[in-house]
Protein backbone atom coordinates (compact mmCIF):
# COMPACT_ATOMS: atom_id res chain seq x y z
CA UNK A 1 0.00 0.00 0.00
CA UNK A 2 1.75 3.43 -0.95
CA UNK A 3 1.62 6.21 1.18
CA UNK A 4 1.52 9.74 0.32
CA UNK A 5 4.11 10.39 3.55
CA UNK A 6 7.58 11.75 2.33
CA UNK A 7 10.53 9.39 1.85
CA UNK A 8 13.84 9.13 3.43
CA UNK A 9 16.66 9.70 0.71
CA UNK A 10 17.74 6.03 0.87
CA UNK A 11 13.93 5.41 0.70
CA UNK A 12 13.85 3.13 3.54
CA UNK A 13 10.40 4.78 4.74
CA UNK A 14 8.98 8.00 5.81
CA UNK A 15 11.30 11.07 7.15
CA UNK A 16 11.14 14.35 7.92
CA UNK A 17 8.31 16.55 6.39
CA UNK A 18 10.06 18.62 3.60
CA UNK A 19 9.30 22.03 3.83
CA UNK A 20 7.54 23.84 0.62
CA UNK A 21 9.95 26.41 -1.72
CA UNK A 22 8.04 29.51 -0.29
CA UNK A 23 9.36 28.21 3.39
CA UNK A 24 12.88 27.88 2.06
CA UNK A 25 12.24 31.42 0.51
CA UNK A 26 11.33 32.82 3.47
CA UNK A 27 14.01 31.50 5.44
CA UNK A 28 16.48 32.66 3.06
CA UNK A 29 15.40 36.41 3.34
CA UNK A 30 14.83 36.09 7.27
CA UNK A 31 17.59 37.28 9.47
CA UNK A 32 18.90 34.68 11.28
CA UNK A 33 19.74 33.32 7.55
CA UNK A 34 21.43 36.29 6.79
CA UNK A 35 23.46 35.78 9.87
CA UNK A 36 24.39 32.12 9.12
CA UNK A 37 25.15 33.94 6.03
CA UNK A 38 27.58 36.79 7.33
CA UNK A 39 29.17 34.55 9.58
CA UNK A 40 30.23 32.59 6.91
CA UNK A 41 31.15 35.49 4.72
CA UNK A 42 33.54 37.41 7.62
CA UNK A 43 35.27 33.84 7.96
CA UNK A 44 36.12 32.67 4.44
CA UNK A 45 36.16 35.68 2.74
CA UNK A 46 38.96 37.39 4.32
CA UNK A 47 40.87 34.19 4.56
CA UNK A 48 40.63 33.05 0.56
CA UNK A 49 41.98 36.78 -0.01
CA UNK A 50 44.72 36.58 2.48
CA UNK A 51 45.83 32.75 1.05
CA UNK A 52 45.85 33.92 -2.68
CA UNK A 53 47.99 36.82 -1.70
CA UNK A 54 50.40 34.55 0.26
CA UNK A 55 49.85 32.15 -2.51
CA UNK A 56 50.86 35.05 -5.50
CA UNK A 57 53.55 36.23 -3.46
CA UNK A 58 55.17 32.84 -3.51
CA UNK A 59 54.76 32.38 -6.89
CA UNK A 60 56.17 36.24 -8.03
CA UNK A 61 59.29 35.63 -5.73
CA UNK A 62 59.89 31.98 -7.38
CA UNK A 63 59.45 33.93 -11.09
CA UNK A 64 61.69 37.52 -10.00
CA UNK A 65 63.48 36.56 -6.67
CA UNK A 66 65.53 33.39 -7.84
CA UNK A 67 68.44 34.38 -6.06
CA UNK A 68 66.59 35.07 -2.99
CA UNK A 69 64.80 31.83 -3.23
CA UNK A 70 67.94 30.18 -3.65
CA UNK A 71 69.48 31.33 -0.54
CA UNK A 72 70.95 27.90 1.43
CA UNK A 73 69.30 28.01 5.27
CA UNK A 74 70.64 24.66 6.15
CA UNK A 75 71.88 22.48 4.11
CA UNK A 76 70.13 21.45 0.98
CA UNK A 77 67.55 24.00 2.35
CA UNK A 78 66.94 26.60 0.78
CA UNK A 79 64.10 29.82 1.12
CA UNK A 80 62.08 28.48 -1.64
CA UNK A 81 61.50 24.95 -0.27
CA UNK A 82 60.45 26.11 3.01
CA UNK A 83 57.99 28.69 1.42
CA UNK A 84 56.96 25.76 -0.91
CA UNK A 85 56.52 23.53 2.39
CA UNK A 86 54.48 26.58 4.19
CA UNK A 87 52.18 26.46 1.28
CA UNK A 88 50.96 23.34 2.36
CA UNK A 89 51.04 24.01 6.03
CA UNK A 90 48.95 27.01 5.90
CA UNK A 91 46.22 25.08 3.24
CA UNK A 92 45.81 22.65 6.33
CA UNK A 93 46.01 25.16 8.89
CA UNK A 94 43.23 27.60 7.16
CA UNK A 95 41.14 23.78 6.89
CA UNK A 96 41.34 23.14 10.49
CA UNK A 97 40.39 27.04 11.18
CA UNK A 98 37.69 26.76 8.92
CA UNK A 99 36.69 23.09 11.01
CA UNK A 100 36.14 24.78 13.98
CA UNK A 101 34.25 27.68 12.82
CA UNK A 102 31.73 25.80 11.28
CA UNK A 103 31.95 23.69 14.25
CA UNK A 104 31.25 26.45 16.60
CA UNK A 105 29.73 29.55 14.59
CA UNK A 106 28.16 27.48 11.89
CA UNK A 107 26.76 24.53 12.41
CA UNK A 108 24.67 25.60 15.47
CA UNK A 109 22.97 28.05 13.47
CA UNK A 110 22.13 25.76 10.36
CA UNK A 111 20.90 22.78 12.97
CA UNK A 112 18.53 25.49 14.48
CA UNK A 113 17.37 27.15 10.68
CA UNK A 114 17.05 23.40 10.05
CA UNK A 115 15.20 21.86 12.69
CA UNK A 116 12.63 24.85 12.68
CA UNK A 117 12.04 24.78 9.23
CA UNK A 118 11.42 20.56 9.33
CA UNK A 119 9.07 21.01 12.75
CA UNK A 120 7.10 24.31 10.69
CA UNK A 121 6.67 21.48 7.33
Known amino acids: MATDAPQ ?19 VQEGAEFGELRRAHRSFAFPLTIGFIAWYLLYVLLSSYAGGFMGTTLLGHINVA ?13 IAWLYSRHAATKLDPKGAAIKSRMEADA
Do not use: I
Request: hydrophobic share 35%.
Open 81 to 93: LVLGLAQFLTTFL
Open 8 to 26: RPDGTGPGPARPTTEKYVE
